[in-house]
């Protein structure tokens, strides 16, 4: 693996350690709302993760709130360098709603920052992005650190270049397509 490829995994997976995931909002009174919030405000305590069990075992809950539930608590097991316990809510979030890109996404940041299986990384990434993902700059930006860490640079800068396109404002996907070399097809 390339240096740039370790530096360009450690930035996403420092990244996905922090306070910026993808929560999936929830609305009114309710422990489930008390879950979203504390993914959104970065809230990771034991009483806030048993605030998101407590939303998930509630039999009234409905399906979509009963799937963010899931997703926002991985986001704190994530904050808490639980990452199998987060998996483990992602995955269960997906299998409630294959629709879900938050989900896949999350997952996949999950998975990145343990440097586990890049092509599933790539298709984790690729489903929440054509699922309609709140966060289309970190998923292509992902992805493209996914492709580069299994070898494909091309696809790798295409992708990272895409997500500098979607959220200018970020300076890490515009700093790392310093790192590539882009050749025209005629001489080089």
Known sequence: MRSSSIAAALAIA????????????????????????????ERSGPSDIRTCTEAIDDYRLSGRDRVASYVNRGILHVRNGNFALAIADYDEAITLDRSEPEAYLNKALAMLHRRESMAEIVELLTTAIENGTREPALAYYGRGVAHEMNGDVSAAYYDIRRAADIAPEWDLPARDLGRFRVSGEEGD
């Not at 990244?15 to 405000?41: D, I, M, W």
């Open 14 to 41: 420092g990244f996905a350690a922090s306070g910026v995931h993808a929560a999936v909002s929830v609305f009114g009174n309710s422990t489930a709302r008390s879950c979203y919030e504390s993914a959104l405000y």
